[in-house]
């Protein structure tokens, strides 16, 4: 068997008991991340076509309907590409693939501060000044142009420790706006993000899947202008239905751009130009319906199962840590400190939170194969 960090999506799956014969629960396993061949090392000589920009929110930030994403710190190169290609706002993290992401950024945007929208996530405590000036620091800038404290328990986000510490941030000029990014209890987290009315944007983790639990909320930050960033929207869906998927994204009321992980310059030239795609009803049906199929027995994210387990389990933590793991080997050590920290010795196997969960996800095998793969 390989060693952990040699393992990759395929082979969590297939440790875990989870793929049999190609299939994962019943679903087309998707492909593996995809590296970039040598030919795709080497930049094409035309950029993709233009990009529409939209206003995130009541803010004065124009975004790229496209933008790029950094979690698992594409080179700067393809940054550099993405932003020649229209790409104009850029989110990273001190936290995403051990730093690098966020030195390739710096070594991206040296020079050009300028010509894009910066985003940051907050992964420290609102009052630690010194992990604040030392992200902006390995990025190389004064100020970032809004920065997402990243909370994944709604009753967390009233906690107005978060309201000071962005006022007072904003005041000494880190960031101009403040934003809320969450891939757990989402729908709770942004519904308490706009009762607290200081924010001026939401980054959930969001898929076709959740289109009906999420309406209400999206409308509700339409109405208050708050602006949305989506991200993780691919999941567990085919490149080709993603790629078609993306003007459905971009209908979706307060939507302001999708944020994905852009690795190759392909990666960017087919979603620049998915964007530009226009669906009528018939054909966002189809697509909703492909992702659907897809996308059943796989996590959403919805945090059911943590809201269920009367042990207090963090169950949908779990299924992040499976979640990162199956994303990319370059995640490992981030589902690897994520498990670290999430006291599986409460559990009492009494299966509630598979049971609970809407979409038929084998929690108690993920549950058992992480407890093999990090304990
Ligand atoms: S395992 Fe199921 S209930 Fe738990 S977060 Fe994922 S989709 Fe929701
Ligand atoms: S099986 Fe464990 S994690 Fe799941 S609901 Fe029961 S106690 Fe919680």
């Known amino acids: 068997m390989k060693t952990k960090s040699q393992m990759n999506r395929r082979g969590f799956l297939r440790a875990a008991g989870l793929i049999a014969a190609g299939t994962v629960a019943g679903t087309a396993v998707a492909k593996e991340s995809k590296k970039p061949s040598p030919k795709e090392k080497k930049e094409p000589k035309k950029a993709p076509g233009k990009l529409q920009l939209n206003k995130l929110g009541k803010t004065d930030l124009l975004l790229s309907a496209i933008s790029i994403g950094t979690g698992s710190g594409p080179s700067a190169q393809v940054i550099k590409y993405a932003m020649k290609s229209g790409i104009n706002f850029i989110h990273t993290s001190v936290n995403y693939a051990g730093k690098k ?56 986000v009233k906690n107005d420790k978060y309201r000071k510490g962005a006022e007072r941030w904003i005041k000494a000029g880190k960031f101009k706006y403040i934003g809320l990014t969450t891939h757990s209890e989402m729908k709770e987290c942004m519904e308490n993000a706009l009762e607290q009315g200081f924010y001026n944007a939401l980054m959930p983790s969001y898929n076709l899947t959740m289109e009906k639990e999420c309406e209400k909320v999206f409308a509700d930050a339409e109405k208050q202008g708050v602006g949305i960033v989506l991200m993780k929207t691919k999941r567990e869906m085919n490149e080709k239905t993603y790629l078609q998927a993306i003007p459905k994204y971009l209908s979706t009321p307060a939507v302001a751009t999708v944020n994905k992980t852009l690795k190759t310059f392909a990666a960017v030239n087919e979603i620049i130009a998915a964007s530009e795609k226009k669906l009528d009803e018939k054909q966002e049906k189809e697509i909703k319906k492909v992702a659907m199929m897809g996308m059943t027995g796989h996590c959403t994210m919805c945090g059911t199962c943590s809201q269920t387990c009367p042990q207090n389990v963090p169950v949908a933590d779990m299924m992040r840590c499976a979640d990162y793991y199956m994303a990319d080997n370059e995640y490992y050590e981030v589902a690897r400190e994520t498990y670290a920290q999430i006291d599986v010795s409460k559990c009492v196997d009494c299966g509630k939170c598979e049971q609970v969960c809407p979409s038929e996800v084998p929690v108690k095998q993920y549950k058992s194969k992480l407890k093999k793969l990090f304990a």
């Open 101 to 156: 992401a966020i030195k390739e950024v710096a070594e991206a945007i040296k020079g050009k501060r300028d010509k894009v929208i910066l985003g940051l996530k907050i992964t420290w405590a609102p009052d630690d000044d010194k992990a604040m000036d030392n992200a902006l620091k390995i990025l190389g800038v004064d100020s970032v142009d809004i920065a997402f404290f990243n909370i994944h328990k709604a009753d967390d």
